[in-house]
């Protein structure tokens, strides 16, 4: 009996002393979403909301710019991007569920196509507090070298595209219209405009004469790696390779990122992150942003690494799918009608490149 007793209460002890350590608790989860967006869209809450039934007690934040979801909405077309990896910085920093000494191993990132960038951009260009595993759905980590069409009732979007079109490289656009620094296109002409004018890509992938020593060392120092996934059937990042930042030039051909100085030079630690084990191209089925709940449930069991003793949880077949095909898709509008039924039969391919 006495035996029994002390062994039991050594174990609560134990239980408690490893949680106040940091042990037991799951790592928090911050999400960054995509252009037209809202931080508030309950599709994005359902993402976070499956992290915590998969590990519970785990805080979850959705990064947001501004206090309403118009105004966050906004934010994702225009303003200046170093501005807004700033205000995320601060806005992450001054978080205690992410800030405190029972995070110790950082936080995971998700981050929606251009959110994803961003994502990575805070990892370069902050990281304090740090994140331990980064994964990126759709992200044009290589830039996009064509827009598509808003639908007509989006003026939100037609305005940002309207000034884009108008002048890309104006130092104006190039600090205000968000898509437009991130466009980046191969052709001679155009690559000197953008080497000279980019207001955030050809920075944060260290594409300049001087390199950001601290960019490199940051990304390639991530603990948990960079999950890189593509959608097979992506229309609205062109080119869709740019999310395993893989350049297409005009015939077609593609450049695998291995083949690329920014890899081999190692301009942004990628290849120190591959050479680690840490660097994952991964694909799904379906068009820009399909994605499914099994498909988190995967990425939260599989690459979202947990300190000892934190047990995913088995969850239900709850279905996020329609929720989920709510989000970050503001510029395209009949495709996505077409792909819903045939997506939704198909088994997802999720093959490393
Ligand atoms: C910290 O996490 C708790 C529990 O998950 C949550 O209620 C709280 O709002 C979070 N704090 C911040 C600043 O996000």
């Known amino acids: 009996m006495m035996v029994r007793r002390s062994a039991s209460l050594y174990v609560l002890l134990g239980g408690t002393l490893a949680s106040l350590a940091g042990a037991a608790s799951p790592l928090p989860l911050v999400i960054w979403h995509g252009l037209g967006d809202t931080f508030d869209n309950p599709g994005l809450q359902s993402v976070a909301d499956l992290y915590t039934s998969i590990y519970p007690g785990a805080s ?32 992450l920093s001054s978080n205690p569920n992410l800030t405190s000494t029972l995070a110790p191993y950082g936080f995971h990132a998700l981050g929606f196509s251009q959110g994803g ?70 052709s001679p002409e155009e690559m000197q405009k953008y080497l000279e004018s980019s207001g955030f890509l050809a920075d944060i992938n260290n594409e300049r004469d001087e390199k950001n020593e601290k960019y490199r060392s940051n990304l390639g120092g991530l603990e948990g790696g960079l999950v890189l996934y593509k959608f097979d059937e992506d229309q609205v990042i062109i080119p869709k390779e740019s999310v395993w930042f893989a350049e297409v030039v005009e015939d077609g051909q593609i450049t695998w990122l291995t083949d690329r100085e920014l890899y081999k030079q190692d301009w942004i630690g990628l290849k120190q992150l591959n050479a680690a084990g840490k660097l994952k191209f991964l694909k799904t089925g379906g068009p820009h942003m399909h994605i499914t709940d099994e498909l988190l449930k995967e990425v939260y069991t599989k690459y979202l690494w947990q300190p000892e003793g934190v047990v995913a949880q088995k969850v239900d077949g709850r279905k996020f799918n329609e929720k989920l095909m709510a989000l970050a898709e503001p510029t395209i509008g009949d495709e996505r009608e077409k792909y819903r039924g045939a997506a939704a039969q198909e088994p997802f391919l999720r093959v490393q490149h």
Not at 62 to 90: P, W
Not at 148 to 170: E, H, I, M, Q, Y
């Open 60 to 91: 979850t934040h959705i990064i947001h710019l501004a206090d309403d979801g118009g105004g966050d909405r906004k934010a994702s077309y225009f303003g200046a991007l170093h501005n807004q990896m700033d205000e995320v910085c601060t806005q």
């Open 117 to 186: 960038l961003f994502m990575r951009g805070y990892v370069e260009a902050c990281n304090l507090p740090k994140v331990h595993t980064l994964v990126t759905f759709g992200s044009p980590h290589n830039g996009i070298s064509e827009f598509v069409k808003c639908k007509t009732t989006d003026w939100l979007c037609r305005t940002a595209f309207g000034w884009l079109n108008a002048n890309k490289w104006s130092d104006w656009v190039q600090s205000n219209i968000v898509p437009a620094q991130y466009y980046r296109h191969p």
